[in-house]
C-alpha cells in the first residue's frame, strides 16, 4: 500500500527571543495512507499541531522546518515555494481549526466563506460549489441545509460552526483533512453529533486525516491508527485497538489512566459531622442586566437552585456551557450577588456581595478560577502571589511568611526555585497550582474550583485531582467542584449536582451515576465518550431526547 | 548549553534587549537633558546681552550659530531654550500623566457613578479646543511659568486619562482582580498592585507621546507671544522673535526648529524602541 503521505526526520526548531534555538520536533517519521485517519495524541507542547501544520509546509512565526521531508502525495512541503505550497493548500490539503468561532469571519455570510477557497483556486464553478455546500451541510447533518449559508456565524451556534468549519474544508475535495482538535471546545452532548457527522463525511469521501487531540476516548472512535507524541518524539504508534488494549510505553499507559476515573469509595463520615452543612444555598437565583419592574434582572442564570455542602465533603456541579455552574459558583463568592436567596456559611447568613461579608467570611471561603492565565498578575512573581493572602488574612511579617510560602509549594509540589518565577514562566499545569495556593494561603474551609482541569491535558488534570484529594485528607477542606467533564466530577465527588438552563434537575451519587432519573441526566452521561473504538457506532440515544435538552 | 550562551550577544545579560534606533533617539535626548541641567555654566555670553554689530548673523568663529534679530549670540539663547522647553514639558507632563492615570484608574476600579461622573467632566474638558483653551487662561492670568504648566497639564489630563481608563477597564475584567477584589483589598492596593503593573507599559509610551505634544504647544503658545516671557525664551519663542530672518536663511531661526524637531522625533524614536524584556528563561 503507497502511502499519501510520508514524513522522514522531520525537524522542527525555534528561536527564542535571547536567539536560543529550542528543538520543537526531534526527527519525526510518519506515514498515511489513502483514506486512513491517523491521530497524533500527546499532552500540549507535545508538537503535534506542530506537525500537522507542516504537512501544508507551513511553521508558526519564530518557528522553521530545519531538516527532513514531508511528502504529500510524491510532493515534498518543505522544498516547495511559497506560492506553490499556497496552491495546494485548501485545494489538496484542507484544515479544520479547533475554534471554528474564531476561524470564521463574523462580517461574511457563511456561504460565502464555505466556497471561498473554490473561488481562490478556480477548481469549479462557483454554482456547482453551491450545490456542494449544500450537499455537504446535509451530509453533515445541518439543520436547514438550504438556507444555513445564507447566515451570519453568530446566528448559528458552536457545534453547528465546527461542522461548517469541516464543510469549508472539504468543498474543494481535498485529499487529506488536518483536524486540530475540532470538538474539544464542544459540550459532550454536542460533541457527539459532531464526531457522528465527521466520520460519516470522512468515509463517504475516502479521505485521508490527520486528527490532532488529547483526549484519546474520542480518538478511540475517529482513528485508524493512532501516534503517541511526546517532547517531539514519537514514542508509541499502532492501530487504534492495539494501543487502546496493549499499551507498551509508559506515557501512553498513563494517558490510558488517566482517561478511566479511579474512584475509590470514599469512607462515609459517620457520626454528626457528616450531617453538619457547612455551605448551605437555599432558593438562589441570579441574573445579568438591569432589574426589570418585577425585580427580575434582564436575563436569569440560575433559578431557585438550593445546595448544601456537609463539612469535609465535595459536591459536583456538571451541566453543559450556559446551563449557569459558573454563575452559581460567582454567586457563592459573592462576586455576583444574587437577586433571590441566601448563602448559609457555617451556621451564618452570607451577605449578598463580598463587600457585606467579614475577612474571616471571606477568608474560609475560596474560588478557584478556570483559567489560571487570567487568575495569576502576569507582573507578580509567585512569591508575591502566595505571600498577599498571608499578609492579607494573617499578618504575616517576612519570615514566617517566607517559610510558608515553601510549606505551600511544598503542598502544591512545586519545586521551591519557582518562587521568583512570574506566571508566563510556568506550564499551564503549574500556575494551576499556584492557582490553587493561593486559596490554600487562606486556610479556608471550602474552596470552589470552577473548571479548574478543563484547560489542562489529561494526564496533568488527573496529577490535579489526586493533588486535590490529598490536600482535602490533610486539611479537612470541603470541595464544591464545578465542571462539564464527568468523569472529574465523579472521581472526586460525594454528591453531584446536574444543571440544565439555570435549573437544578437533579442530585445524584457517583455510585448512581450508572442509573440517573431524569432524562437529560441520561443523555449527558450517555454522550461522554468510552475508549471502546465501537462506543461511537453502538451509541443509541433517545431522538425525542436529543430534540428535547440539544440545541445543535 | 555553554556554546549557545557564548554565541548570544553581549547585552543578554542585562535580559533587554536593545535597539539601535532607541539608543540613538536616548542619545539626542540624553544630549538635551544634559544641556537643560548644565546651561549656566556652559553659555558663552549672557543671552541678553548684544555681542554682535549685526543682526540675523551668519554662523562664524566667535558665533557658532550666529546672532539673533537684536545681535544676540544664538549658541547661548538655544542652550537656555533647552531649560524652558524641557522644564515646562517635563513638569506638565507628570502632572498631566499622574493625574490622568490616578483618575483612570480610579474609574475603572470604581465603576458607576464616579466613573460616569469623572468621564463626562473630563470629556467636557477635552472638547475645548486646546490653543484656544491655553490662550484664554493665559490672558486672563496673565503668562508665567506656573500658569503655563498648569494649563498645559489640564489640556493633556483627559488624554492620558481615557488612555488609563481604557487599559484598566481591560486589567479590570481579569480574575486576578476579582481575586483580589473578593479577598477584600482596598482600592489603593487594586491600583497599587493589580492594575499598575500591567498597564505601565503602554501608560508610559504614551507619556512620552503627550510630552511630544507639549513641547509642540508650548512652541506655538510661545510662537504667539503667549509663553515665556522676555529676555528668556523657549526655542518656539526664538523662532517667533527671530521669524524676520527667515527671507535670508538666517540661522537664528532654522536652529531653534532644528532643536524642537530632534527633540520630539528622538523622544518619539525612543519610546517606539524601548528596551524590551528577553522572556526566555534558560534551563540552568
Known sequence: MTSLVEIRELRVEATTDSGRTIAIIKGVDLDIAEGEIVALIGESGSGKTTIAMTLMGYARAGCRIVGGTVAVDGVDMVALSEKDRAAVRGAKIAYVPQSAAAAFNPAIRIMDQVIEVVRIHGVMPLEEARAKAVALFRALSLPNPEMIGDRYPHQVSGGQLQRLAAAMALIANPKLLIFDEPTTALDVTTQVEVLRAFKSVISAHRIAGIYVSHDLAVVAQIADRIVVLRNGEVQESGATRDILARAQHPYTQQLLAAVTPHHAPRPAVSGPTAAEALLEVHEVSVGYGPLRSDGQPAIVAVENVSLRVARGRNLGIIGESGCGKSTLARAIAGILPPFAGGVVFDGRELGRSARSRSADQLRQLQIVFQHADTALNPAQTVEDILGRPLTFYHGMARKPRSARIDQLLDMVKLPRSLRLRRPAELSGGQKQRVNFARALAADPKLIVCDEITSALDTVVAAAIIDLLKELQRELDLAYVFISHDLSVVEAICDDIVVMYRGRKIEQITPEAMARPEHPYTQLLLSSVPKLDPTWLDNLRQDPEQVRAYCQR | MTSVAKSAPRHQRFGYRINAVGVAGALVVGFWIVVALAAPA??????????????????????????????????????????????????????????????????????????????????????????????????????????????????????????????????????????????????????????????????????????????????????????????????????????????YAAPAVIVPSLAIASLTIAVNLLIDNLPTKIRDRENS
Open chain 2, 42 to 247: 556652559i553659555v558663552p555670553h549672557p543671552i541678553g546681552d548684544i555681542v554682535d554689530t549685526d543682526y540675523f548673523g551668519p554662523i562664524s568663529r566667535e558665533l557658532w550659530l550666529g546672532s539673533d534679530y537684536l545681535g544676540r549670540d544664538m549658541t547661548s539663547r538655544i542652550l537656555m531654550g533647552a531649560r524652558y522647553t524641557l522644564g515646562i514639558s517635563i513638569a506638565s507632563v507628570i502632572i498631566a500623566g499622574v493625574s490622568g492615570v490616578m483618575l483612570g484608574m480610579i474609574a475603572a476600579i470604581t465603576g458607576g457613578v464616579v466613573d460616569m461622573v469623572l468621564s463626562r467632566f473630563l470629556d467636557a474638558l477635552n472638547s475645548i479646543p486646546s490653543k484656544l483653551f491655553s490662550l484664554v487662561v493665559v490672558a486672563a492670568v496673565g503668562s508665567s511659568i506656573p500658569v503655563l504648566i498648569v494649563t498645559m497639564a489640564v489640556i493633556y489630563i483627559p488624554g492620558a486619562f481615557r488612555f488609563a481608563r481604557a487599559l484598566a477597564v481591560n486589567i479590570n475584567t481579569m480574575d486576578f482582580v476579582v481575586v483580589a477584589r473578593i479577598r477584600g483589598e482596598s482600592l489603593f492596593y487594586l491600583i497599587r498592585a493589580e492594575i499598575l503593573p500591567n498597564i505601565i507599559g503602554p501608560v508610559l509610551v504614551d507619556l512620552g507621546l503627550r510630552f511630544v505634544f507639549i513641547v509642540l504647544l508650548l512652541s506655538g503658545l510661545s510662537f504667539l507671544g503667549l509663553g515665556v516671557k522676555p529676555p528668556y525664551a523657549d526655542w518656539g519663542a526664538l523662532v517667533r522673535e527671530n521669524i524676520g530672518g527667515l527671507p
